[in-house]
Structure formats: structure tokens, C-alpha cells
């Protein structure tokens, strides 16, 4: 039996392959420091890309195959900077086990129909002002990075907005790699660390933590729901497609669940990636856009296998210039998340609170800053609509 190549192959493998690029390159070093954040080893920061890589390429498959759309699963980068931002005092088995107890509620969400309402009714203004404070308190470390490396930041800055300007896609990647670039060149990163060799899942058992559910958990299913998920079905539907929500949420729930003792924090719903394969510059027909999940399983297959590599290479990176770059990373989605939570003049007030209890990192009874923040702003949106105002 004889193999043919689908019409238009060509054009379906170059756009997975910008997607994965842009997909990784653009919040893997928030992931790493998520992994560092809560203590977890060189070897089980490497499991911990690893897992959600191969997690992304298999679930991304099964979807797409299943449902001929092509609907292309990522890591929850909001979730990763939650995790850096409120892991401080977190053990690794601990926060594994909140990653459980969020992969299970994206399966309750999918099983149980009103549960999934009334996610999908969180105020939008709120969730936005959620996700802009979880961002903003990591983005404020790019000034003193800058300070502190003046001769690499501050070039990679000016670049970064310039590339805003023309071409925007490839900001972040390019970034990334002129930072990686400038600190070999400047000695800040050793020839020995580019060493190659196949990835070792680690697996760690959860332990199960109510702190840390409350403080962790919790706050990451709804980050990850209100953040990833619900813009990614909002993608697919915007390029005509009907996407299945329910098995949707079912399949990426159970895999980070399943993936979370090996250090995976969340697979979900892409949602800015997604647009680079579900449009005409992937394929001109769009019952045919769902064939990327073949390619998308080959890539980030080979990056899970490598995921060591990466780790390692960006584990040896001076702390500022992550800092930098993750911040960099992650200005876009601040930006859009304070537009978004500023849009309705109406909800700004409770919108506002959620921002400033969320970026203030406090914490009560253990519990972290973005759940307090999320309570705040929907009982001060919920009173100001029961009085009507």
C-alpha cells in the first residue's frame, strides 16, 4: 500500500511547526520557573516539560483524530505563572497533588453541565483582572533585571518591542533565543550545558494538601479554564468549526491528572497557537486543517524526548535574564488581560479588586493571593448587581 501525502502537506507541517515554536519557545521559561519555584529537581524539572509535552502531542492527536477539527492542546502558561508566583512555601509532592485535584475538576466541569455554566458565567472582567495580577507581579521583575544586566537586557527589550511592531508572532521566540545567545557570548553560559540525551519521566507520589489545594489548585483549574480554555474554544468556534466541549475537557482533564506525579501542572485548550493552524494559511479546506495533529504529535514527541536538553541549557541561564525573558514573555497576555478587565465601565470596580488583592501576594490561612482575589471581585460584582448599579 502505497503513502500519500495530503494535498497542501507542505503548508499543514510549516504552520504546526511555527505553532510549536511560538508555543514553547514563548513560556517554556516560565514553566522552568514554576518547576524551581516549588523545589523541584534538575531531573523532575525535566520530567515536568516532558510530561506536559508528550501529554500536548498525544491529547492534541486523539481530539483532532476523533472530531476531524483541529484542536491543538498547550500547558496552562497563566497556571505556570500562578505556580511561580504562589509556590513559595509549597512542597513538590504537594503541589503535584494540587495538580491532581485540578486535572479532576476540568473532568467534573466536563461531566456535570451546570458546573461547566457556571464557569463559562464567570464574569469576564473578573477572571481577566485574575490573570492580569497573576502576570503583573512577574512582569515587574523586567525593570530589576535590567538594572542588573544592563548589556544583555536592555538590548533584548529594545528588540522585543521592536519586533512587537512588525512582527509580532515571532517576538517572543526570538527573544528567547538572542537572550540564550547573549549569554553564552557575554560567559554567562558555559559550552558543557548543551549537552543531548533522551528524557526520564520521574515520577513523584502527590500528597494531598488542603492549603495547598485551596492556594494551588483551585485557583489554577479556574485561571486555566477562564484563561485557556474557554479563549481556545472561542478560536475554534470564530474559525467555523462547532468544537466538542464536554469531550474536550474530559480528555485534558484526565491527562493532567494522569500526568501531574510526573510534574505536569495542566494540558488545555490552546488558544493563541490554535489560531496559527485552524485558519486558510494552514489549509484552504477546513475539513482537512485537522491532519496538524499528526505533525504536532511528531514535534513535540521529539521535545518531550529532549525536554532534558532544554531544561538543562535553560537551567544554566543567570536567574535575572530569566527573569527578564519569562517577563517579556508574558507582557502581551498582561496587556490583554487589563484591557479586558477595564472594558465594561459597569464592573471595572470589582474587576480592579480582584487585580489588586491578587497582585498583592497575600496570603490567608495559608491560602494564596488569586483565590482571594477571585472571591473578592465576585462578591463585590455580585452585590453591586444585586443593588443594580
Request: a positive charge.
Amino acid at each position: 500500500m502505497r503513502l500519500q501525502l495530503p494535498a497542501g502537506w507542505f503548508n499543514i507541517v510549516s504552520a504546526t511547526f511555527t505553532a510549536v515554536i511560538v508555543g514553547f519557545a514563548s513560556t517554556i521559561l516560565v514553566v522552568v520557573e514554576a518547576a524551581r519555584s516549588i523545589g523541584a529537581t534538575p531531573a523532575e524539572q525535566a520530567s515536568w516539560v516532558a510530561s506536559l509535552c508528550l501529554g500536548m502531542a498525544v491529547t492534541s492527536f486523539i481530539l483532532s483524530w476523533r472530531y476531524r477539527i483541529p484542536m491543538i492542546t498547550a500547558w496552562s502558561t497563566p497556571g505556570a505563572v500562578l505556580i511561580a508566583t504562589s509556590g513559595g512555601g509549597v512542597t513538590y509532592a504537594n503541589a503535584l497533588g494540587a495538580f491532581v485535584v485540578a486535572g479532576a475538576l476540568m473532568v467534573v466541569a466536563g461531566l456535570i453541565k451546570p458546573l461547566e455554566r457556571a464557569i463559562e458565567k464567570i464574569p469576564a472582567p473578573v477572571a481577566a483582572a485574575m490573570l492580569a495580577g497573576v502576570l503583573l507581579r512577574y512582569t515587574l521583575g523586567v525593570p530589576g533585571a535590567a538594572m542588573a544586566m544592563p548589556l544583555v537586557v536592555l538590548p533584548l527589550v529594545a528588540l522585543f518591542f521592536g519586533l512587537r511592531m512588525w512582527f509580532p508572532l515571532y517576538a517572543v521566540p526570538v527573544v528567547v533565543a538572542a537572550g540564550v545567545a547573549g549569554a553564552f557570548l557575554s560567559g554567562g553560559l558555559s559550552a558543557d550545558c548543551c549537552s543531548f540525551g533522551v528524557t526520564a519521566l520521574v515520577w513523584t507520589t502527590p500528597g494531598f494538601d488542603l492549603q495547598t489545594v485551596l492556594s494551588v489548585g483551585v485557583p489554577l483549574f479556574l485561571v486555566t479554564m477562564a484563561s485557556q480554555n474557554l479563549p481556545g474554544f472561542a478560536v475554534l468556534r470564530a474559525s467555523g468549526y462547532q468544537p466538542p466541549v464536554q469531550p474536550a475537557l474530559l480528555v485534558t482533564g484526565a491527562a493532567s491528572a494522569a500526568l501531574a506525579p510526573f510534574g505536569s501542572h495542566a494540558v488545555n485548550m490552546a488558544a493563541i497557537t490554535a489560531a496559527i493552524v485552524t485558519g486558510p494559511d494552514c489549509h484552504p479546506d477546513p475539513a482537512r486543517r485537522w491532519l496538524v495533529a499528526w505533525p504536532y504529535l511528531v514535534f513535540y514527541g521529539l521535545i518531550g524526548l529532549m525536554a532534558a536538553s532544554f531544561v538543562h541549557i535553560l537551567g544554566s541561564l543567570p536567574k535575572d535574564l530569566i527573569t527578564a525573558i519569562a517577563g517579556l514573555a508574558l507582557f502581551s497576555p498582561l496587556m490583554g488581560g487589563v484591557s479586558a478587565m477595564m472594558k465594561d465601565p459597569r464592573d471595572v470596580e470589582a474587576a480592579l479588586v480582584t487585580f489588586l488583592v491578587t497582585a498583592s501576594g497575600l496570603s490567608i490561612m495559608g491560602v494564596g493571593s488569586a483565590f482571594w482575589g477571585l472571591v473578592a471581585g465576585l462578591v463585590l460584582f455580585g452585590a453591586r448587581h444585586v443593588a443594580g448599579r
